[in-house]
């Protein structure tokens, strides 16, 4: 339960309050990006104090905050703020989404629970000045997870905790002044708590987007669990539509378990549970987009995916007139090599970074049209420009349908080579910037570095990540 201050009580779910418009996805600018964390009124020094706000998940954390804000500036009437913490990597422990084959149980303090959130407009250092209350949160068991706030005439807000919370990873602040709902949850198994969260990438999900569509920086929100199964994901539901309830778009990744082994036995059971995690975010005003699950390297699993789970992946989404999520299944089946080489089932690191490319390959359709921006109206199919029945439901996308065809669009990446003590970059689009910085934070050349920790920076309109290297 939140209890927000403005005269209401609501659960999560309703705090973004989404109804239906003749677009898609409405921009909600990062405001959060470059800014430095401060923690208990000083500025965090832990490496870079700006690293829990640049979009990157990297293993730099707080050890333990109680009280820690950002200084977003003036001008947002509402934010979506976000955070995201590390415990166990799972997003909830056991309590509240049951894994049977692995128990999650995180460690206490892994996540962020029992606080408030405050704003100011004449703080100098995150605790000074002047402080209004405007939601207090009380249990709340997942890693990662976003709020709506009022912000009208303020530029700082705070989070204060009864209790520490240990590994912050990240804090994102979003400005929804427009009703931007550029927000996603990615549910999933342990393919997405690795692919989408645990991994290290070099560019996620919402850094490809917003490279080449800059008006956009969708809100990222992971929600991998190992070992989840369909009928689990069902049990907990309830949490679900909780946490993440207030967002725009589910984005999720789930049947591995459900069919593990290669039989097809569990099928009407998937089935089942899938429909009713359909219409449970449908009833949040949330648009569930559903990738056809990631094919095994049989010859390390001694197994691969069933064709009639891929089969009632396509049938959800064409009965319930969704977005055409990612071909997983295709795309490792064919890149076999991506894989672990343990397991031959979850994705390696390059695995993962194809993830996070093939989700933003499947929605660009959001974004694009024929002319280079998608307003999801359904007066015209991102494609091929032909006419499209509106249905008018109540996700907030007149057709939802007319955005399944894919687009003939690949989002390339830089590649990045060290040979002895030069760094060399090369698959970078015209007009792209490209910058090496040191840990000292000097922009130096590529030539004959001396050993040490430096930053690949690639800035374009195409393109966008930052990767870092060792010279030895």
Request: with cysteine; charged share 20%; aromatic share 8%.
């Amino acid at each position: 339960m939140i209890r927000m201050f403005d005269g209401r009580i609501m659960m999560a779910a309703c705090v973004l309050g989404l109804t239906a418009t003749a677009q898609a996805i409405t921009p909600n600018p990062n405001l959060s990006i470059g800014k430095s964390l401060y923690v208990g009124g000083a500025v965090n020094t832990n490496w870079k104090p700006e690293v829990y706000t640049d979009g990157h998940l990297d293993f730099n954390q707080v050890a333990s905050a109680t009280d820690f804000a950002l200084n977003v500036g003036e001008g947002p009437t509402k934010l979506f703020i976000t955070w995201e913490t590390r415990g166990d990597e799972a997003w909830v422990g056991d309590q509240y989404v049951h894994a049977a084959s692995c128990q999650h149980n995180p460690t206490a303090g892994s996540n962020l629970q029992n606080f408030k959130v405050m704003t100011s407009a004449n703080s100098t250092n995150g605790t000074d000045g002047d402080w209004e209350t405007v939601a207090e949160v009380g249990e709340s068991g997942a890693m990662s997870r976003g709020l709506a706030i009022d912000f009208a005439g303020k530029s700082w807000f705070r989070i204060v905790a009864d209790e520490a919370v240990k590994n912050l990873e990240e804090v994102g602040a979003y400005d929804m002044s427009n009703g931007g709902n550029d927000t996603w949850f990615f549910m999933g198994t342990s393919i997405s708590q690795m692919g989408i969260k645990q991994m290290e990438v070099d560019s996620s999900f919402s850094q490809l987007i917003h490279a080449r569509y800059p008006d956009y920086y969708p809100v990222m929100l992971r929600g991998g669990i190992g070992c989840v199964t369909s009928s689990g994901v069902v049990e907990g539901l309830k949490y679900y539509g909780e946490y993440v309830g207030n967002v725009k778009f589910w984005a999720i990744e789930m049947g591995t378990n459900d069919a593990w082994g290669g039989t097809n036995d569990k099928v009407p059971f998937f089935k089942k549970n899938m429909q009713e995690i359909i219409d449970t975010a449908k009833a949040h005003n949330v648009i569930p987009v559903i990738a056809r699950m990631i094919a095994t390297n049989p010859d390390v699993a001694k197994w691969q995916v069933h064709e009639d789970f891929l089969k009632a992946i396509d049938e959800l989404t064409e009965a319930n007139n969704l977005p055409k999520g990612p071909d997983f299944f295709d795309y490792f089946s064919k890149h076999p090599e991506e894989l672990s080489t343990s397991d031959g089932v979850h994705p390696a690191e390059k695995g993962a970074a194809s993830m996070h490319r093939l989700w933003a390959e499947a929605m660009a359709p959001l974004y694009e049209d024929e002319s280079g921006k998608y307003d999801g109206s359904a007066d015209k199919d991102p494609v091929a420009g032909k006419d499209s029945t509106a249905v008018g439901d109540s996700t907030g996308v007149k057709d939802p349908a007319a955005i399944k065809a894919p687009l003939s669009l690949r989002f390339s990446m830089p590649r990045i080579n060290v040979d002895g003590r030069s760094i060399h970059v090369s698959g970078v689009d015209a007009g792209a910037t490209v910058s090496i910085v040191s840990s000292m934070g000097q922009v130096v050349n590529g030539a004959q570095l001396a050993p040490g920790n430096y930053m690949v920076v690639i800035r374009g309109q195409g393109q966008s990540m930052t990767a870092r290297v060792t010279i030895k």
